[in-house]
Antibody
Framework: QLQLQESGPGLVKPSETLSLTCTVSGGSISSSSYYWGWIRQPPGKGLEWIGSIYYSGSTYYNPSLKSRVTISVDTSKNQFSLKLSSVTAADTAVYYC???????????????WGQGTLVTVSS | QSVLTQPPSASGTPGQRVTISCSGSSSNIGSNYVYWYQQLPGTAPKLLIYRNNQRPSGVPDRFSGSKSGTSASLAISGLRSEDEADYYCAAWDDSLSGLWVFGGGTKLTVL
């Protein structure tokens, strides 16, 4: 059974860089069928897609966050990572990692999700 | 402001049928599949419907999805107390370089 687990600091200071890692177990991140994505959810609010990466390094980013986001992959560790720079209180959210099939011809959506990790931006 | 538009709330009594709508545009729902996610309190979202109307293994057939043009709907029949959750629609959007878009979510209350 595929499992995803987010890890990283729960508290980040304003203007600094938020860094999270998602570890994939029970399957290979190098599968040719899937992208690996980050989605966030501010407290009490809805879901926002941040971006996704293929094992080769090909990426899609949300245009609204693109200038501050870097997503990378480490196939040797079966992990992918998120960096969000110049954070403010508005970036406080639960951050989820999830798997989806290849866009634009997606058919399965985000089918596996991590449990999520709360990141608070505060001094 | 979400790209896909959902009603913020919906409600029903046990056994009733409720529907949740999701409105988009030609670049998302109009040209790509719609997905629905259920988020129980304090948990990660769970895929409920994929490819407009398909249920993953383990999802009861009380849940059904449909799509027409640039709109989609999620129907829940035989409403149960455990269906009380937030529901989100999503679709791939072909605009710009491509991106996933979500609805703002609908909080379903079972009265």
């Amino acid at each position: 059974q595929l499992q995803l687990q987010e890890s990283g600091p729960g508290l980040v200071k304003p203007s600094e860089t938020l860094s999270l890692t998602c570890t994939v177990s029970g399957g290979s991140i190098s599968s040719s069928s899937y992208y690996w994505g980050w989605i966030r959810q501010p407290p009490g609010k809805g879901l926002e897609w941040i971006g996704s990466i293929y094992y080769s390094g090909s990426t899609y980013y949300n245009p609204s966050l693109k200038s501050r986001v870097t997503i990378s992959v480490d196939t040797s560790k079966n992990q992918f990572s998120l960096k969000l720079s110049s954070v403010t209180a508005a970036d406080t959210a639960v951050y989820y990692c999830a798997r989806h099939d290849n866009p634009p011809a997606t058919v399965a959506g985000f089918d596996y999700w991590g449990q999520g990790t709360l990141v608070t931006v505060s001094s | 402001q979400s790209v896909l538009t959902q009603p913020p709330s919906a409600s029903g009594t046990p056994g009733q049928r409720v529907t949740i709508s999701c409105s988009g545009s030609s670049s998302n729902i109009g040209s790509n599949y719609v997905y629905w996610y259920q988020q129980l309190p304090g948990t990660a979202p769970k895929l409920l419907i994929y490819r407009n109307n398909q249920r993953p293994s383990g999802v009861p057939d009380r849940f059904s999805g449909s799509k027409s043009g640039t709109s989609a709907s999620l129907a829940i029949s035989g409403l149960r107390s455990e269906d009380e959750a937030d529901y989100y629609c999503a679709a791939w959007d072909d605009s710009l370089s491509g991106l996933w878009v979500f609805g703002g979510g609908t909080k379903l209350t079972v009265l």
